[in-house]
């Protein structure tokens, strides 16, 4: 042990100093123009519309639990190419003796933008499963039911154009009792001029493909803005449709019976 200190002292002195008589050359990790494809990564959204629109996000379309029955929900969406725009892109090859593989990559595109259209709307409450007020009242009861939905992150029960986000509800449901009317259009006519464009080489600095790379892009785009239009209000306390309990229904034949006799 005693001379495994000093060994380990002379070694590290002679790295040290077989680096100061000799230049260190790093080598640069390049970056592709245009862009190597991103890894592989699994989707979180399962309910997509074009173009780039999200409208239930953090649900699981495998799940066949309905989240919010008391809402009502449409949306839309719709992305036109006009096929008019002029791309032009390419890369260069050339072996370099001593240094490696030189190559060139860039491109331009100019033209039109897609020409995109996105409408939703949400309406509540509605009753399309015919869920009871009992229903509502022995949930509200049952305390193990209230503690598990605690403990459940809120999210959006519906994003409309505009990422305009009328309710937010811890799941399975909101409060049945508000009425909520909300909806929006976002329109993108397509009227701009883009013009995208760049390129990327390596400058060799030392043998054996020691050097950097030079990338340069840059993208100008000119004309309107989008048409948005988002409209939302509520108010309550309003009974869903549907909602009266079976005693009250009950209630309400025997009162038909009598009347008709």
Known sequence: MRLV????????????????QRPVF???????????????KPRQEDYNLPPFYQPNPGRDASSLSPLFPFH?????????????????DGNLNVPIMGWGMWDYKGGIKVGRPNTRVGFGSLNAPTNVLGISGDTI????????????????????????????????????????FVHNLAF????????????DGG????????PSGVGV??????????????????????????EPPGFKSKKRIDEEEIRRQLKAQ
């Open 5 to 20: 200190k000093p060994l380990f002292l002379v070694v590290g002195v002679a790295v040290l100093h077989a680096l100061a």
């Open 199 to 206: 390129f990327d080489f390596p400058i060799p600095l030392a």
């Open 213 to 238: 790379r030079f990338p340069m892009s840059g993208a100008v785009n000119v004309g309107t803005d989008p048409l948005l239009i988002t409209y939302g209000h509520g108010m309550g306390p309003v």
């Open 137 to 176: 009242a022995a949930l509200a009861k049952d305390g193990t039911f209230q503690q598990s939905r605690q403990n459940v992150p809120s999210v959006p029960v519906a994003v409309l154009p505009g990422n305009f986000v009328p309710v937010r509800c811890r799941p399975p449901m909101c409060n049945p």
């Open 184 to 195: 929006g259009v976002d329109v993108e006519p397509g009227d701009d001029y883009l013009f």
């Open 26 to 40: 790093f080598r640069v990790k390049r970056q592709a123009y245009p862009p190597n494809p991103a890894p592989f």
């Open 72 to 88: 009502s929900q449409y949306s839309n969406g719709l992305d036109i190419n006009p096929g008019t725009r002029v791309t032009v």
